[in-house]
């Protein structure tokens, strides 16, 4: 099982590609006690996988007693722990690891630091250097989560502007997706795209808990409107909705043919204006049409259309498996 929480929207800083619009005047969070419900009840679920929690926000370090008691908990109840930052906090190696120990000591076990032309315009490189350094100090793993736009050069298995000098224990590479945030569209031409529709299904394999409260079928930081909700916490148990994924015409579509399909869709009806000419990823794709009202309602039909001959199939084979000659009819 694998599950994304979001403690809160708050961040330090606001990046352009942040598509849920953190920031520093953010206020939507979990209680402790919401968290720790998530935390729970993703633990008595029972997928055949590793119980993984990966913590992300907004900036979760920006409230370490709440940081260290959601980590705590993770552990208690037998998870991987990983933390998603930006790093502001690295001001000096010293720093870094007066403010890692604890929550290595509580049971973090991986920090993810993002990185990028957005985020380096807040927080200087060196903090991305310096937490990484203090995160293998302590024997914690690490990966480098960079965010690529259109001038980007991959040198090797980074972006020309990474010093070859820092090591992780993985570098991921993604391209920004749009729209970026509220009210700020990014320029296209920045964005790193190509031509057509990304092919693929959704590479999620989460389940969310967003500040919100809301469950998503997807561990993406951007709130896609609904796109991907599955519903309230508390409402129903997180195992009840990851099973309700295998149940949901529009989840099993994403995650085995892709968004594209869609799009394929959005075309054939006349709405082919609404989509881009080119694409950074199939998370690009989804997001955009997440964020369109016209695309998602297309969206809605496609998956109405597949439940109604899904339906018609089901009762052509009930039929087929009738026998009439098995039956006897008898007057009153």
Not at 34 to 55: H, K, T
Not at 184 to 198: F, M, S
Request: hydrophobic share 40%; net charge negative.
């Amino acid at each position: 099982m694998r599950l994304a929480i979001s403690p809160a929207a708050r961040c330090n800083i606001t990046c352009r590609h942040c598509s849920k619009g953190c920031g520093p005047h953010s206020s939507e969070a979990l209680s402790l006690t919401q968290a720790f419900a998530a935390i729970d009840e993703a633990a008595m679920v029972d997928d055949g996988l590793p119980f993984e929690v990966s913590i992300n926000g907004g900036e979760p370090f920006l409230n370490l007693s709440r940081l260290t008691a959601i980590v705590q908990r993770a552990q208690e109840r037998s998870a991987l722990i990983s933390a998603v930052t930006n790093a502001y906090w690295a001001t000096s190696e010293e720093r870094a690891l007066r403010i890692l120990q604890p929550l290595q000591a509580a049971g973090l076990g991986m920090i993810g630091v993002s990185a990028g032309h957005y985020h380096q315009q807040y927080v200087g490189i060196d903090c991305v250097y310096r937490a990484l350094r203090a995160a293998q100090q302590l024997g914690m793993r690490t990966v480098i989560k960079c965010a690529l736009l259109a001038g980007d050069r991959i040198i090797g298995d980074r972006p020309h502007w990474l010093s070859p000098e820092i090591e992780a224990d993985h570098i991921e590479l993604f391209a920004v997706v749009g729209p970026g945030r509220p009210n700020q569209v990014l320029e296209e031409a920045k964005l790193l795209t190509e031509p057509g529709l990304p092919r693929g299904a959704c590479p999620s394999e989460e389940i969310a808990v967003g500040e919100d409260a809301i469950v998503y079928a997807c561990g993406s930081s951007t709130r896609l409107n609904g796109f991907q909700a599955l519903g309230r916490l508390g409402e129903q148990p997180i195992g009840h909705y990851l099973h309700s994924i295998s149940n949901s015409t529009r989840h099993q579509i994403l995650r085995r043919v892709g968004p594209a399909h869609f799009a394929d869709a959005i075309a054939e009806r006349g709405a082919g204006a609404k989509l881009r000419s080119r694409y950074g990823s199939v998370c690009d794709l989804c997001t955009h049409i997440a964020h369109d009202p016209v695309m998602t309602s297309i969206a809605d039909e496609v998956c109405r259309e597949h439940e109604a001959q899904a339906l018609r199939i089901f009762l052509h084979e009930a039929r087929s498996l009738i026998n009439p000659d098995s039956f006897t009819q008898t007057k009153d």
